[in-house]
């Protein structure tokens, strides 16, 4: 699940951090980058968890509006909603259910927050559309709570706040972990039952060592890779840059030099949609020009054997959330 994407945006925010503490231990801040990343599978795992949750609230409500109506002799509500079929599944799946085990906290901690989610969505159109269709298959189930996901979970301010608060290293995460929740959705079969296997941490151990060679590469070569850009800008004045903007291009530079098999239009791409986002508003249009000059430089003095054109199939996931 943890993938090149996620494991770029962690390295451009230890990286300055790295910078900003004065202790500058490489060993420290190596393991603080390997936690951060386990947070954000926590995060995956959590999110799912919510779904549950929420399920859960769902059934309390129509277990107390079936007792009311048995009293009143009035007609009980569905229960097509509260024992969704995809949500029950979830709500069995082995590897969640350990994984909630061993946390401290759950979604009880934040039952209010589950109950004003679940109101929302009973007042929407997509469940209203749902509790009137016939079709009771476990699709429909499974596509509801993709749309309802989508709707109430993934945009959604009042818990991006909640999820900040139970952790640090939840500040950015969310926008990228969604999609893997939306993935997991898509991906669940019945026939798995309780045995549905969810993402797992990391791809395969490449991936692992591709944060820490990345990381690595970018503190140890520091003063090299900064010599290179200022080989290729002689005009270059440090004073008028954000120091997000070094930082940024440092790390795309160690990517260019440390692993041959990643296309230079993929690192180049990827550094300067990060620099939109942490960097200036004129950052991504300054480095994008910058990394071009630097990785033609290295590549004609004979630093960097890579080709400035697309290779075609090298590493297709690069530019994608794949697994």
């Known amino acids: ?22 202790s500058k231990n490489m060993e420290t801040a190596e393991k603080e980058l390997l936690f951060s990343l386990s947070k954000a599978y926590d995060l995956y795992n959590y999110l799912l968890a919510l779904i549950v949750a929420i399920s859960k609230e769902e ?22 909603f509260a024992y969704n079929k995809f949500a029950v599944q979830l709500e069995e799946n082995l590897m969640l259910s350990e994984f909630m085990e061993q ?10 927050s589950v109950r004003r989610l679940c109101s929302v969505i009973e007042q929407s159109e997509t469940y209203k559309e749902y509790m009137a269709d016939d079709d009771n298959s476990y699709e ?22 909640l ?27 019945p026939k798995n039952n309780a045995r549905q296997e969810l993402l797992p941490e990391y ?11 990345l990381f690595r590469a970018t503190i140890l070569n520091a003063d090299q890779y900064q010599h290179y850009m200022s080989e290729a800008s002689r005009n270059w004045d440090f004073s008028r840059l954000a ?50 000059a630097i990785a033609h430089h290295l590549i004609d003095s004979g630093r960097l054997f890579k080709s400035m054109a697309s290779q075609k199939g090298d590493e297709p996931a690069e530019s994608e959330n794949e697994e």
């Open 103 to 112: 946390q401290k906290t759950n979604w009880e901690d934040d039952i209010e």
């Open 243 to 292: 120091y997000m903007d070094i930082v940024i291009m440092q790390i795309a530079i160690a990517e260019l030099m440390t692993f041959p098999n990643i296309p230079v239009s993929v690192t180049i791409n990827e550094y300067v949609e990060l620099a939109k986002i942490y960097s200036t508003p004129k950052s991504g249009a300054y480095i994008n020009g910058m990394l071009d």
């Open 59 to 80: 059934r309390n409500r129509v277990e107390v509006a079936a007792q009311r109506a048995k009293r009143e002799g009035q007609e009980e509500p569905s229960t097509k």
């Open 163 to 189: 999820l900040e608060d139970k952790s640090i290293y939840w500040n950015d995460d969310k926008d990228v972990i969604d999609t893997f929740v939306l993935k997991t959705i898509k991906r669940f079969d």
């Open 1 to 22: 699940m943890i993938n090149r994407e996620l494991i770029r945006i962690k390295i451009v925010q230890l990286t300055y951090a790295y910078y900003q503490n004065g």
């Open 140 to 161: 429909a189930d499974r596509e509801v709570w993709r749309k309802l996901y989508k709707q109430f979970i993934q945009d959604n301010a009042d818990l991006d706040s």
């Open 203 to 213: 791809k395969d151990e490449e991936d692992k060592d591709f944060a820490r060679k």
